[in-house]
């Protein structure tokens, strides 16, 4: 990994390493349980490789095309442009490409499955409410998730949780299922859509928490190179206020895309949600931002 001036994390590190490690377990588990059961498992394995390799490599192009939004010149958007301009020389890192999505909910989002093939997208939303030193602290912290290489750790993870669903379709609606005489014999229906089910719920969790951690190391990591963390919070705190004002139709729209969202277009404060959420709740993000504030103010 090119090595960048973003402050590294190692508990960002050491999550990633074993969430795609208990992951890949789970997956291979279940993958183990599909052929005992006599399932034809292979041939879904190589259709969900096929999958995950134009999901990596293609990312950013499908993630643009999902949230509408198109890659810009420096002479189309100059001072967007000239923001990451900055960032990258500050961070010396390559420069991503930059896009805008045209939707009045105000977020941002990375992808790419490497720094020199990542994007960097904001939304009109964000650009109309934002000032100068927000929007910087927001690239910042969508640049420190490539910079991190979290972006294709959370691409990776998500797709493998949601494999076992795919498996599970073949098996029970495609034929692909070759039981034995079910009379006496074990539900082989029943005994997979139990196990992909807990492999799906397992999965999901450790996504999730993976995510909200992601999100707390990508603020620290801008807020320390940007130097100036309260920007960073007064973005935190102008989008999720913005965020109210969104249309629901809108918001439920773009939901599916929290996970590499600034910030989610719903979330939630009770406690099964905060268990269940992308993002860390606005409260603990402020939290960090203002006592490294003032670690910068001690000089620490």
């Not at 969508?142 to 972006?151: L, Y």
């Amino acid at each position: 990994m090119t090595r960048t001036r973003f402050a590294a994390d190692r508990g960002l590190t050491g999550r990633m390493v074993i969430t795609l490690f208990l992951i890949g377990l789970l997956y291979v588990a279940f993958v183990a349980v599909l052929i005992a059961l006599g399932v034809r498992a292979l041939t879904v394995l190589a259709l969900a490789l096929v999958l995950l390799a134009v999901q990596y490599f293609l990312s950013d192009k499908i993630a643009l095309f999902a949230m509408n939004g198109r890659e810009v010149t420096p002479g189309q958007a100059p001072e967007l442009h000239g923001a990451i301009d900055r960032l990258c020389a500050m961070a010396d890192m390559p420069k991503p490409k930059v896009a805008i999505a045209d939707s009045d909910v105000p977020n941002a989002f990375a992808t790419g499955h490497s720094q020199k093939k990542s994007v960097v997208c904001v939304t009109t939303g964000l650009l109309r409410r934002l000032e100068p030193d927000e929007l910087e602290g927001v690239l910042a912290h969508e640049m420190s998730h490539v910079a991190h290489r979290d972006v294709v750790v959370m691409t990776i993870a998500s797709f493998l949780g949601i494999v076992a669903g795919l498996m599970t379709r073949f098996a029970l609606y495609s034929g692909l299922g070759r039981g034995r005489d079910n009379r006496g014999g074990p539900p082989i229906g029943l005994i997979i859509l139990l196990v992909s089910g807990l492999v799906y719920a397992l999965s999901f969790l450790l996504t999730r928490a993976l995510s909200r951690y992601r999100e707390l190391a990508a603020d620290r990591a801008a807020a320390l190179l940007t130097q100036r963390p309260s920007a960073l919070a007064g973005a935190l705190t102008k989008v999720s206020g913005e965020m109210g004002r969104i249309p629901t139709r809108d918001l439920r729209r773009a939901e599916p895309f929290n996970a590499f969202f600034f910030a989610p277009a719903l979330s939630s404060g009770a406690s099964l949600a905060a268990l269940l959420s992308t993002h860390p709740p606005l409260a603990r993000r402020l939290q960090q931002l203002a006592e490294i504030s003032a670690q910068l103010g001690r000089g620490a």
